[in-house]
C-alpha cells in the first residue's frame, strides 16, 4: 500500500509554488524550497508535485526539462483584487470546502443553525492541531520577556489602525484605498467621491481597534467587550439606531447562501452567552482567536456587522498575549467570502483556516519587520503610558502656551519624587515628537491637533 503524503508538505510545496506566478522549474523550486528549510528529495518532490496537480491545486505547463509548475490562478482570484496578491495555498480539505460552496446557490441545501457546531466543541476540536499552533507562536511572538498585556499592539498601533481599518471594511465591499483610508485616520480627510458610510465605517473601525488596544486588560469573551465593540463599531450605520450593543431581535439572512441564522431573540442570547462561555475556557490564544473568528461570524447575533465584531475580537487574546495582531490584510474577499460559507453551510472550517493561517503569516511579516527597527520597550515609558496618555492630551487641548508649570504641578501631585523628573522630560519629548502620523494615540482629535500646532506654531 502506498505511504501516504503527509498534507503539511503538500501545503509547504504548495506556498511555494505560489511564490513564483509566472511558473517555477523543477530545480529552482527544489532551491527555493531548501532556503526555507524544507529538505525534500527530488522523486518524493516530483511525486508530491504530482499528487498536487492531480488535485488541482498547482498547475504545469511544457515536458521534461522546460517543464514549469504554476499556481492555481483562477477568474475569481484574478478579479477580487485591484492589485494582483499571491494566492493562498489550500489544504486538500481546505480545497474541497471551497469546491462545495462554490457550486451554484440552487444546487446547495438549505440550512439553519446548527447548535451541535457549537455545542460538539472542544470534543470536536481544536480547530487547529498543535503543528499549526505552535507554529503560529514561533512566528508571532516578539517579546520574549514579561511585558503589560497590549505592548506590542500599541507599539504598533499607528499602522495597525491604518491596515486593520482598511482591510476589515474592504472585506465589506468598502471601495476605499489603503492611502486613502491612511489620509482619513491621520488627517480626518474623507476621500472624494466616497459615501459617507464608507468613511463612517472606517471611522468607527479606528474607534473600535482604540478600544481593544487601549482597554485590553479588561477586555475578553464576556457580553460587556463584545456588545461595546459592536456598538463602536456599527456606530451610526444601523437603519435601527438602538440596536447597537444589542442582540439582535428580527430575522437576517445572508446575501449568496443558503444559510438561515437562528431568529429567536431568545436563543440568540443563550447561544451568544454559550459562545462566549466556550470561547473563555480556550487556553491557547490561536486556538481561542480562531474558535472566536468562526462562531460570531457563524452566530450572527446583531443586526448588521457581525463579521466585523468577529474580525476585531479574533484580536483580544493575541493581543492580550503580546503577540502579533491579526490585520487581514492582502486577504482575498472572495476566498474570504467562500470560507464564511463553508462555516455557515457546511460547519465545516478548513478553508476559513488556511486563510486565518496565511493572513496571520502575511500580518507577521509586515509588523514585526516593522518592531525589530523598534527595539524593546522602554519599561518607565511602560510603567507610565496611562499617564503620559492623560498628559500629553490634557496640554494639547490646553489653550496656553506656557505648558512647564501644567506639567511639573501635575507630576509633584501623581507621582513619587524620583520619577518626576524624568517624568516631565518624557512628556517634553512627546510633544515635540507630536505630528500628523501618530497623534490619534493620544486620543487627540484632528482638529485639536491642529489646533494645538497653529498655538505652537504662533508662539515658536
Not at 270 to 282: K, P, S, V
Not at 290 to 318: C, G, M, T, W
Amino acid at each position: 500500500m502506498p505511504k501516504k503524503v503527509p498534507e503539511q508538505d503538500l501545503i509547504s510545496i504548495q506556498r511555494e509554488v505560489a511564490a513564483f506566478p509566472s511558473g517555477v522549474g523543477l530545480a529552482k523550486l527544489e532551491a527555493s524550497l531548501a532556503a526555507s528549510g524544507v529538505a525534500i528529495h527530488r522523486r518524493s518532490l516530483q511525486r508530491r508535485l504530482t499528487l498536487l496537480i492531480e488535485n488541482g491545486r498547482i498547475a504545469a505547463a511544457g515536458t521534461l526539462k522546460g517543464r514549469v509548475y504554476r499556481p492555481i490562478a483562477s477568474e475569481r482570484a484574478a478579479n477580487e483584487e485591484a492589485s494582483p496578491i499571491t494566492p493562498i495555498p489550500l489544504s486538500a480539505l481546505g480545497s474541497e470546502v471551497r469546491n462545495a460552496v462554490a457550486r451554484p446557490i440552487q444546487n446547495r441545501e438549505p440550512v439553519g443553525y446548527q447548535r451541535e457546531f457549537l455545542l460538539s466543541y472542544p470534543h470536536a476540536g481544536p480547530y487547529l492541531d498543535q503543528a499549526t499552533r505552535d507554529h503560529l507562536h514561533r512566528i508571532g511572538r516578539a517579546h520574549q520577556g514579561d511585558f503589560p498585556a497590549g505592548t506590542l499592539a500599541r507599539q504598533l498601533l499607528g499602522r495597525l489602525l491604518i491596515d486593520l481599518s482598511w482591510a476589515s471594511s474592504h472585506l465589506e465591499g468598502n471601495t476605499y484605498s489603503l492611502l486613502e483610508t491612511e489620509r482619513l485616520i491621520a488627517f480626518g480627510q474623507a476621500a472624494e467621491g466616497k459615501n459617507t458610510f464608507e468613511t463612517q465605517m472606517i471611522l468607527n473601525h479606528k474607534q473600535a481597534i482604540e478600544f481593544l488596544v487601549e482597554s485590553v486588560a479588561e477586555l475578553g469573551f464576556d457580553a460587556y467587550s463584545m456588545l461595546n465593540l459592536h456598538a463602536l463599531l456599527s456606530d451610526n450605520l444601523l437603519a435601527n439606531t438602538a440596536a447597537g450593543g444589542r442582540i439582535r431581535q428580527i430575522p437576517v439572512g445572508i446575501a449568496r447562501s443558503v444559510y438561515t441564522p437562528l431568529a429567536t431573540p431568545q436563543l440568540l442570547e443563550e447561544y451568544f452567552q454559550r459562545c462566549l462561555e466556550i470561547a473563555t475556557g480556550i487556553d491557547d490564544p490561536f486556538e481561542q482567536s480562531f474558535f472566536a473568528l468562526v462562531h460570531l461570524s457563524y452566530l450572527q447575533a446583531f443586526e448588521d456587522v457581525n463579521k466585523r465584531v468577529a474580525r476585531l475580537a479574533a484580536n483580544i487574546p493575541l493581543i492580550k498575549h503580546n503577540l502579533c495582531p491579526l490585520s487581514f490584510i492582502d486577504v482575498p474577499t472572495q476566498t474570504y467570502v467562500e470560507g464564511l460559507l463553508g462555516v455557515y453551510e457546511l460547519n465545516r472550517v478548513e478553508l476559513l483556516r488556511d486563510i486565518y493561517v496565511w493572513g496571520y503569516e502575511r500580518s507577521v511579516k509586515r509588523y514585526l519587520s516593522q518592531r525589530e527597527e523598534l527595539g524593546e520597550p522602554d519599561p518607565f515609558r511602560l510603567r507610565y503610558r496611562a499617564a503620559l496618555l492623560e498628559v500629553v492630551g490634557a496640554v494639547v487641548r490646553q489653550d496656553s502656551s506656557d505648558l512647564t508649570p501644567f506639567v511639573e504641578t501635575w507630576a509633584n501631585e501623581h507621582l513619587p519624587e524620583a520619577d518626576r523628573q524624568r517624568f516631565v522630560a518624557l512628556v517634553h519629548t512627546e510633544l515635540d515628537s507630536l505630528h500628523e502620523g501618530n497623534f490619534a494615540r493620544y486620543r487627540i482629535r484632528p482638529s485639536e491637533f491642529a489646533a494645538w500646532r497653529e498655538r505652537k506654531g504662533g508662539h515658536g
